[in-house]
């Protein structure tokens, strides 16, 4: 079972991107990073990348540059993507654009999906209201139980 560590910083920078593109009405999608060095969980998230993408109120695209541009980041920097979070409009829940299009896609990946925006979402409540999704060794997005993490992502300050 995938857990991770993460600061509220990653938590209040991660809220501000998916706001930013609620402001406008899309989703957004941020990747959290952990050192290649972090070979089991917790993983130490050290970094809140925002990936170039194409964005509409109910998806979110990365083109194949931005691809590129990840893959380069992940390279230079030693690092390596543990989760995926993006908001939606409404609910959180893994939709089956979700599951098809998930940039990560490794087992013990963790998917991450905030509601309405991320409008009354903060560093507090952030995994309440979370839908988080964990990709089993049979390659199937499975929630994690009683749609909270708890015990399993540590906050530190
Ligand atoms: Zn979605």
Redesign the pocket.
Known sequence: MTTINCSLQTLDQTIDVLRAGGAVGE?QVVLWLAPLSAVRPPYPIVEVYRPNQITDVDYFKLPRESLRALMTHLRAKRLKIVAQV?S?PGQAFH?K??DEWAIVRHEGALSL?IPRFAVSTTPANFFEQAATYELSAQNEWVRAPSGGPSGRIGVTM
């Open positions: 989703e993006h939606h939709s654009a979700d999906v």
